[in-house]
């Protein structure tokens, strides 16, 4: 089955309230985002699905919000929940590793995308579009699995991830400025690790102006 398909198969035949990934209230990427956004900003949450997060985003007055997901069942129960408010929102269906560009935002936020790219390649598609997408000095919230987080997800394998091995899979451009650890409850009681890293897009080494101490 392609990713496609297992993902909208998923969202066809379970309540949003039951996949093992649903929080009522997404509190920490909620609280992530406000610690390093001021609004009006532009925000993109990546492998959004129906999570309520979005609901947040459009309440808290954010310039643009954008949700992307491969799976446009998992969209069409988000808008129908946001009802009026789903006007207020760009919604893109689309594998973040096909894409090839998306409009400038100044926050990206992903919950529990990154750690189902178990190819190399998907994985340095994904980095060279966040750094592509990203304005300078804007921030990338990445939450995973941490290393004993489940090993698999919806019958898929996961990476999982502590701040130096994601650093790893960013590159040098990615500057850590915060990391976390949170333990998620699933709708069936059961404890998953997750690690949450905030990164800052710095600047190319090109587009650092040469101070006249070093040009000496
Ligand atoms: C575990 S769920 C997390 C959903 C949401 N971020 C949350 O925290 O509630 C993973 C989400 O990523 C989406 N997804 C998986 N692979 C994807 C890909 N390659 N491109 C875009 N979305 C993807 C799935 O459809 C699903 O909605």
Redesign the pocket.
Known sequence: MD?HEH??S??RTKSVAD?????SD?QV?WELISSVSSTPGRVI?????????VDRLVASGFESVTV????EI?LERAKARLGKAASHVHWIV??????AQLSPCDVWH????FH??TEQE?RRKYAALVTRTLRIGGHLII?TFAVDGPAK??SLEVCRYHAASLARELGPRFKLVRELTHQHITPTGKPQQFFFGVFELLPQMDDVPVTSEQSS
Do not use: K
Not at 45 to 53: E, F, M, P, T
Not at 68 to 71: M, R, T, Y
Not at 110 to 113: E, M, S, T
């Open positions: 990713r993902w909208n998923i969202y996949v093992s990934w649903f929080e997404p990427s949450d990546v492998g959004g699905g129906a999570s309520r997060l992307l997901d491969i799976s998992a689309g594998d973040i590793c096909q894409i992903d919950r529990a995308v189902f790219l998907d939450g997800c919806s």
